[in-house]
C-alpha cells in the first residue's frame, strides 16, 4: 500500500510542490471542516493554477504596486547584511548585543533543496538554543531565510516565511517585515491584526520544531518583532506584537483538522489533480474532494470561485455563510428554506421553529415590496 506522502506526490501529478506559507496555514486552519483545501495544500498543489484550468481564476493576492514596494522595504531594511535591522532590534529588545551572527540559509554552501534547507534551519537555530542555554544571554545569531515544517493534519509540511528568526538574550523571536506604515506610533489595526495572525503561524512552527528537537519550546517568544515603514518616510521602525490570543486560536483550529490519510482513505485510488488533463476531467476530480465553501473563502482561497459555482449549482446553504446556515440547521437547501418561507410546504416538527420565522420575515418583505411599488 502506498504511503500519504507517495499518494499525495501522485495527487500533484509530476508538477513541482508548492511550499506553504503562514497565509496558508492560517486559512486552512480557518476552514477545518473542507477536505479540498486540506488534500490540496498538502499534496503542494497549486490553488492558482488549478482554478485557472478549471476556468475560475480568482483575483487573488497583492497588487503589483504593492508586491514592488513590499519588496523594496524589505531590502532596504536587511540591506549590508541587516544592519539597519541589528539597529531596530537592539532598540526594540532593549538588549545590548555584543556581537550577532547573521546567516543566510539559502546561500549557505549553495543549498536549494527543501530538504536541505531544513536541515540547515535546523542545525543552525539547535547551535543557537545551545549556546543560549549553555552562555545564558550569549551572543546572538540572526537566521535568514529560515525553512520550518509544521504538522499540519497529521502531514509535515514546508513553512517558507517571509520572516528572521533572531536569538538574543536567551530568547528566539520571530522578526516580520512588513510594509504597511506606522503613523504616530499607530498602524491601520486590520493590517496589525493580520500580520499577528500570520506570525504567531511562525512562531508556532520554531515552538514545533524546538519541540521536535528536544528544546525547551518555551525559548520562543511570544513576542514578534514587526519591522513597519515610520510615518511617510520609508524609515523603518519596529514594534513588539504580543501573539499569545492568535496562538492559542490557531493551535485551536490545527487541532480540529481531519488527518490526511482519514481524507485520502475517502478518495479514490487512482486520482490525480494534474493539470495535464483536461478541465472537465480535473473539475471531476476536484468534487471528488468535498469542500465546505462559505463567504470568507472569497478573501481567503485561490478555488473561491469553483467552489461557490458548485455550492450555487446544487442550491447549499453554504453560499449564505456559516451563520445563516447554522440558524436553518437541519434545512439542506435554499430551496427548501423559499418553499417553508412561501408556505409552500409543510414543515417537519423539527422545524417549526425556523419555519414560523422565515414566514414571518417572508410577510415583512412582502410588505414592503408591495409599499414600495404604490409608491413608486
Ligand atoms: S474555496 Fe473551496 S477549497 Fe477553498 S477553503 Fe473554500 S471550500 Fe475549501
Do not use: W
Not at 535591522?85 to 527543501?114: K, N, S, V
Amino acid at each position: 500500500m502506498s504511503t500519504s506522502t507517495e499518494r499525495l506526490d501522485a495527487l500533484r501529478g509530476g508538477a513541482a510542490p508548492v511550499d506553504h506559507n503562514a497565509r496558508t496555514v492560517a486559512a486552512l486552519a480557518g476552514n477545518p471542516g473542507c477536505d479540498r483545501r486540506a488534500v490540496l495544500d498538502a499534496a503542494g498543489i497549486s490553488k492558482r493554477d488549478t482554478a485557472v484550468h478549471l476556468g475560475h481564476p480568482a483575483p487573488f493576492g497583492q497588487s503589483p504596486f504593492a508586491l514592488a514596494r513590499a519588496r523594496s522595504f524589505e531590502e532596504l531594511v536587511k540591506a549590508d547584511r541587516c544592519a539597519h535591522l541589528l539597529r531596530l532590534l537592539r532598540e526594540a529588545l532593549g538588549l545590548p548585543i555584543p556581537a550577532i551572527a547573521y546567516l543566510d540559509i539559502p546561500q549557505a554552501g549553495g543549498q536549494a533543496t527543501r530538504e536541505l534547507r531544513h536541515a540547515r534551519t535546523r542545525k543552525e537555530l539547535r547551535q543557537a538554543a545551545e549556546s543560549a542555554v549553555r552562555d545564558g544571554s550569549g551572543d546572538g545569531t540572526l537566521v535568514d531565510h529560515p525553512l520550518f515544517t509544521l504538522p499540519v493534519a497529521g502531514h509535515e509540511v514546508y513553512l517558507d516565511p517571509a520572516v528572521l528568526a533572531v536569538q538574543a538574550g536567551g530568547r528566539f523571536h520571530i522578526v516580520e517585515i512588513k510594509s504597511f506604515a506606522v503613523i504616530d506610533g499607530a498602524a491601520d489595526s486590520a493590517q496589525v491584526a493580520a500580520a499577528s495572525r500570520l506570525s504567531a503561524v511562525y512562531v508556532y512552527a520554531l515552538k514545533a520544531m524546538f519541540a521536535a528537537e528536544g528544546i525547551d519550546p518555551g525559548l520562543v517568544s511570544h513576542e514578534v518583532v514587526l519591522v513597519c515603514p515610520k510615518d511617510f518616510a520609508n524609515h523603518p521602525t519596529a514594534t513588539l506584537l504580543d501573539v499569545r490570543l492568535q496562538l492559542a486560536a490557531l493551535r485551536r483550529q490545527l487541532s480540529r483538522l481531519t488527518r490526511i490519510d482519514r481524507i485520502l482513505d475517502r478518495l479514490p485510488p487512482d486520482l490525480t489533480f494534474s493539470l495535464e488533463q483536461s478541465p472537465a476531467e480535473l473539475a471531476r476530480a476536484v468534487r471528488a474532494a468535498e469542500a465546505r465553501y462559505a463567504p470568507e473563502c472569497l478573501s481567503t482561497c485561490e478555488m473561491a470561485y469553483f467552489c461557490r459555482s458548485d455550492a450555487r449549482e446544487c442550491g447549499s446553504l453554504e453560499v449564505l455563510g456559516r451563520v445563516t446556515r447554522d440558524d436553518l440547521g437541519g434545512l439542506d437547501s435554499v430551496d427548501a428554506v423559499l418553499d417553508l418561507a412561501a408556505d409552500d410546504r409543510r414543515a417537519a416538527s423539527e422545524h417549526d421553529e425556523i419555519a414560523e420565522q422565515l414566514r414571518h420575515v417572508h410577510a415583512i418583505y412582502r410588505a414592503h415590496t408591495a409599499a414600495e411599488a404604490v409608491v413608486a
